[in-house]
């Protein structure tokens, strides 16, 4: 038995589906990722530019689109634990050029950006009630590292009970072999994995 037949024969795997009303959520996609001499390298330029045209097709569909950005305090006192195992997030303060959202995918006007010293989106931010208050059932997530803040992202989607979409070319991470791994785990337990042109060809049905 190999290892997709074991998950399968103890009920992992299965669709959540997709829902009435998505939101498309962007994790992380800030200036030092793109940089393998700070915190990227791998796959996440690529997932960038993947999400250039989801980014554009929620836009014209009038989906509701959130961003995060990992922000510190100048003197580091939020950073935390987390900052003790990545010594370098300290550096992602407010005005930090590194800790800006990329270029290509600059928020527009009435674009929710949240601000988050934790891996998860959700975690002691005000994502759910935003979400909940734009009567959104389904979450779309793309951005960096997939093994890192994706996940954390996802897992808490999921726990707070929205549908959760993992767009499978828009998720990055600095090293090949977790953000495939952590693939794998997401599907079976906590999202459905999709290609960039199902999640636009679904956002498009919903203005139809």
Request: net charge negative.
């Amino acid at each position: 038995m190999n290892e997709l037949e074991i998950y399968d024969n103890q009920g992992f795997g299965n669709s959540s589906g997709l829902g009435r009303l998505p939101a498309l959520l962007i994790v992380d996609f800030v200036n030092d990722f793109t940089d393998p001499s700070a915190f990227g390298g791998g796959n996440i330029n690529e997932a960038i530019r993947n999400t250039k045209e989801v980014l554009s097709s929620a836009r014209e569909n009038e989906i509701p689109i959130v961003y995060t950005r990992c922000v510190y305090a100048e003197d580091s006192s939020d950073v935390g634990v987390f900052g003790l195992k990545a010594r370098g997030l300290a550096s992602l303060t407010e005005n930090a050029p590194g800790g800006q959202i990329v270029d290509s995918l600059a928020p527009k006007s009435g674009e929710f950006i949240v601000r988050k010293t934790q891996p998860s989106a959700f975690f002691s931010t005000g994502l759910a009630p935003w979400l909940v208050g734009k009567g959104v059932d389904t979450v779309i997530v793309t951005g960096c590292t997939t093994s890192g803040c994706v996940r954390a992202s996802v897992v808490d989607s999921m726990s707070n009970n929205f549908r959760t979409v993992v767009a499978r070319s828009c998720v990055g991470d600095r090293a090949i072999g977790p953000h495939e791994a952590n693939l794998f785990d997401m599907e079976q337990k906590y999202a459905d994995l999709l290609h960039s042109e199902e999640i636009i060809a679904f956002f498009e049905k919903l203005n139809t």
